[in-house]
């Protein structure tokens, strides 16, 4: 059972609406936004194929993000080991019905959308981690024992996603889970324990790993050996992105876009979109309100009551910064092309309705920032 003081009164839903957290969501629909403009401009001034079915998404996924964040914070903790489980679920659902697309097999067609159970673990991982270490105090972190479960619940999910193959969501839920551990009390020792069996089992994922993902990490060390091959979407990104300048070449003049040199633009690489047609005022621009968002996002966690809180939007925020990280760095070759969506602003169902379900969870923190949610009681 969980024990929640008596002290705080119901909230109707007024006073809900009044918590919601108005500004993040401003900045939240901001970004949606210089998507929207990306995706237009990558389709030739078009809406279709691409901004017509992302505005849709974008829509249902807004109005559940606001249903989410109504909802009292206790009862996401209440629920989260089920929300935990059924998308464990739908990993191994995928094993057997997947659709494949891209040389991996990692949806599943539902038919409005395909979606992709990787995607929808980040966050189940994030909420069944931040419960477990909710129960614990200080002291009983530390255990060896007591990192048993928690280890599990990261490790079980990320060979799943790997299997698929996914390696770049699977690193994406190691290092999630390894920064609630830090933010949970786990002492630094015991990461550096992780990290040399990690090192040793490189070896042993080298040999897993696909070819084409081989080629990509050769490619990223060097991009001139297959310039027409693997090399060939890092070479034509670092074109768009000098040719922009300081101020780009205007809103739908990009050359790499239209004349159609640069792939995946409207996924991997649509920040090289916006970098030709802005130029680093456009960039900057962008990564100021993913700065703003992060902002928001761990402040509302510092200021929550309880541990489930603080540790939820934490491992939120710092999986937002890993998509913004790991997208930035792979469009500037300075890491290998993993499928890394930019946040809200590449075009993809799962990935927009699993960020905004997330955001949905912060403003259920904000929203009852005064509850005090007690540990679950020693069964």
């Known amino acids: 059972m969980i024990a929640i003081t008596h002290d705080v009164p119901e909230h109707t839903l007024g006073s809900r609406l009044r918590r919601i957290h108005w500004g993040l969501v401003l900045l939240l629909c901001s970004v949606a936004s210089i998507g929207f403009l990306l995706l237009y401009s990558a389709a030739g001034g078009n809406f279709a194929p691409w901004l017509d079915k992302q505005l849709a998404r974008f829509g249902a996924a807004f109005v559940i993000m606001l249903c989410v964040g109504l909802v009292p914070i206790r009862l996401w903790l209440r629920y989260a080991y089920v929300a935990y489980a059924a998308s464990l679920g739908l990993l191994v659902v995928v094993e057997f019905v997947g659709v494949l697309g891209g040389g991996a097999e990692r949806w599943i067609n539902l038919g409005v ?10 966050i189940a991982l994030i909420m069944a981690l931040a419960r477990y270490f909710h129960r614990l105090d200080y002291q009983r972190v530390g255990g060896i024992l007591t990192l048993v479960p928690p280890i599990l619940i990261i490790v079980v999910p990320a060979a799943l996603v790997l299997k698929q193959p996914d390696l770049g969501t699977a690193v994406i839920l190691v290092a999630v889970g390894a920064a609630i551990f830090f933010l949970a009390g786990v002492r630094w020792w015991k990461f550096a324990i992780a990290g040399a069996l990690a090192a040793a089992v490189v070896p042993f994922v080298w040999s897993m790993m696909h070819a084409y993902q081989k080629k990509r990490l050769v490619a990223f060390l060097d991009p001139e050996v297959d310039p027409l091959g693997a090399g060939y979407h890092i070479i034509q990104s670092k074109i768009a992105l000098g040719s922009g300048g300081i101020f780009g070449k205007g809103y739908l003049q990009g050359t790499q876009i239209h004349l159609n040199f640069l792939p995946e633009m409207h ?14 005022v456009g960039g900057l621009t962008l990564l100021v309100l993913y700065c703003m968002i992060l902002f928001a996002t761990f402040r509302v966690g510092a200021k929550s009551r309880h541990q489930f809180g603080r540790l939820l939007c934490a491992g939120i925020g710092f999986t937002f910064f890993l998509y913004l990280f790991i997208n930035l760095a792979m469009v500037m070759g300075l890491l290998p092309v993993v499928g890394v969506p930019l946040p809200l602003v590449s075009y993809g169902g799962t990935s927009m309705l699993t960020l905004l379900f997330a955001f949905g969870l912060v403003l259920s923190v904000h929203g009852g920032g005064e509850e005090r949610i007690g540990r679950f009681e020693d069964e």
């Open 113 to 122: 959308i395909r979606l992709q159970p990787s995607e929808v673990m980040k």
């Open 267 to 280: 996924t991997d690489f649509i920040f090289s979109v916006l970098a030709e047609e802005f130029g680093i």
